[in-house]
């Protein structure tokens, strides 16, 4: 329910950002709302709520009548592959790799076609492991989309894994220099406490105090550096 109304302001907000007054004309507007089960909740609240109608036109396909904006719905899992192979194929959870060799034998027919190439690159975007599994049937265009898919994929990965190694590296930086100026903290402190005659267990203890360590870290120091 929420989704239909976020998608219906963004519509609106699209109608009205732009240069100039009315430059997009409100009859030229049209909401598509895909979903892969039938929203059952949405349309009995557009019923009863809103006092729309709602009218079947094909398997998977509802009209909804009653707004100024022409509104449609697709239930992916209702629609007739023979009929709607695309638009049923709009998905991330694609069933077996018949589906897919279909939508690859109907694909090659339309290889050139730039709006089947962004089509089917969003598809696979979302099917990657069932398109991998049929690679051998997949002709040499579709094959470039993959293995371009798979480039940006590996390429961001090592993006992000250069980057935490970058972050890592400053925190071991930091670590260390913490480390080293501590050490030379502790070295300064003992040499004062010498300076003003004080005793080794009095200095020891003084060390374990003020930069809270175990007696056992607080020898070592001592005996590195006393």
């Known amino acids: ?112 076609n730039s709006l089947y190439q962004s089509v089917m690159s969003i598809i696979i975007q979302a099917n990657k492991e069932k398109f991998q599994e049929v690679t051998g049937m997949i002709c040499e265009p579709l094959k470039e989309i993959l293995l371009e898919q798979m480039k940006d994929e590996l390429e961001e990965k090592m993006e992000q894994r250069l980057q935490q190694g970058f972050q890592k590296g400053i925190q071991q930086g930091m670590q260390q220099g913490m480390q080293q100026g501590m050490q030379q903290g502790i070295k300064a402190f003992i040499e004062n406490c010498r300076e003003f005659s004080l005793t080794y267990e009095q200095t020891t203890d003084k060390i374990v105090s003020k930069f809270a360590l175990s007696t056992e870290e607080a020898s070592d120091y001592m005996q590195k550096y006393w």
């Open 1 to 112: 329910i929420d989704d239909f109304y976020k998608v219906y302001g963004y519509t609106c907000f699209y109608k009205s950002d732009t240069g100039g007054v009315n430059e997009i004309p409100s009859d030229e507007l049209t909401i598509t709302l895909v979903s892969s089960r039938y929203p059952a909740k949405l349309i009995r609240h557009l019923i009863q709520e809103r006092g729309f109608t709602v009218e079947k036109q094909e398997d998977g396909i509802y009209y909804i009548k009653g707004d100024y904006i022409p509104i449609q719905i697709l239930v992916t899992s209702q629609l007739s592959e023979n009929e709607n192979l695309w638009l049923k194929n709009l998905t991330d959870n694609m069933q077996g790799t018949e589906s897919v060799q279909k939508l690859i034998d109907e694909y090659e027919k339309h290889v050139d």
